[in-house]
C-alpha cells in the first residue's frame, strides 16, 4: 500500500476568539458556532498557507464552519491548489453538557481540559447522546469517515483544515500509545500542525502541535520545531 501523509492544521483564531481573549465577552469554545475569522486570524492563516507549500500538498480538505474554509482557502491559492474539498464530518466536536469547554479556552487549564475531554469522548459509553450535543460513537464514526475518505484519494499528500478537539481525538483513536504525549501537549493552537502517516496499511500520529512555521521539510519527510 502506498505511503500517505496527511497534515492537520487547526484553523486561525476566529472572531469570537479574539473577543474572548480580550475580555469583551464571556469565553467560549467556539465549538459549531460559526464565526469568520479575525484579523488576527486572517494572519495567521497567510502564514500557515506559506509554510504549507513546504508540505507541497496536493489536495487540501477542510470542514463546513467558515474559520476552517477561510484557512484552507488561503492554503489552497498558495499552494496553486483548487478550492477546498469541505466535509461536515470535519466540523468541531459539539460538547454538549461538557460546559467546561466554556471556561477553558485560550486558558491555561486548556490542555488539561483538552485530554480529559478528548478521552471522554472515545471511552464514555455510559450516555447514547449527550445532552445538546453528540455522543462518543458519533463523533468516532465522523473521524472514521473522513480517514476513509483520504485513504482513498489518489493523493499522497493532503492538508487538512479542523478543529483542535477534533485533531486531538482523532490522534487519539488512530495512535493510543501517543496518550503520553497528548497529555505533554500545552494544545492544538492556532494554525499549529498534527501529521499523520500511513505507511502499513493504518494511520499513525508523527507529530502534534508543532510550529507552522516548521511543519515538514518535504525532502526528508521530518517533523522540525518544537509544540506550538
Not at 492537520?8 to 473577543?19: I, T
Not at 466540523?91 to 486558558?107: A, K, M
Not at 472515545?122 to 445538546?132: E, G, L
Not at 453528540?134 to 483544515?161: P, W
Request: hydrophobic share 45%; charged share 30%.
Amino acid at each position: 500500500m502506498r505511503r500517505q501523509e496527511l497534515l492537520f492544521l487547526r484553523h486561525g483564531e476566529a472572531e469570537n476568539q479574539d473577543a474572548a481573549f480580550r475580555g469583551r465577552v464571556t469565553r467560549d469554545a467556539s465549538g459549531r458556532a460559526d464565526y469568520p475569522l479575525s484579523a488576527r486570524g486572517r494572519e495567521q492563516a497567510a502564514r500557515a498557507a506559506r509554510a504549507t507549500t513546504r508540505f507541497a500538498p496536493e489536495l487540501v480538505f477542510c470542514s463546513s464552519l467558515r474559520r476552517s474554509k477561510e484557512t484552507a482557502a488561503a492554503i489552497a491559492a498558495a499552494t496553486g491548489l483548487p478550492a477546498p474539498i469541505e466535509d461536515a464530518d470535519l466540523d468541531e466536536v459539539n460538547p454538549g453538557r461538557h460546559s467546561l469547554l466554556r471556561t477553558s479556552f485560550e486558558d491555561r487549564r486548556h490542555a488539561v481540559v483538552s485530554g480529559v475531554l478528548a478521552t471522554a469522548f472515545v471511552f464514555d459509553r455510559r450516555v447514547s447522546r449527550r445532552r445538546d450535543g453528540e455522543a462518543a460513537a458519533e463523533l468516532s464514526g465522523r473521524i472514521r469517515r473522513v480517514f476513509a475518505r483520504l485513504a482513498a484519494q489518489d493523493a499522497e499528500r493532503i492538508a487538512i483544515v479542523g478543529h483542535g478537539y477534533w485533531i486531538f481525538t482523532a490522534a487519539l483513536l488512530t495512535t493510543p500509545r501517543i496518550i503520553r504525549t497528548l497529555w505533554r501537549t500545552r494544545t492544538i493552537a492556532h494554525v499549529s500542525a498534527t501529521r499523520f502517516v500511513r505507511d502499513q496499511g493504518a494511520y499513525r500520529v508523527t507529530a502534534i502541535g508543532a510550529r507552522v512555521d516548521g511543519v515538514v521539510d518535504d525532502r526528508r519527510g521530518v517533523i522540525r520545531g518544537a509544540e506550538a
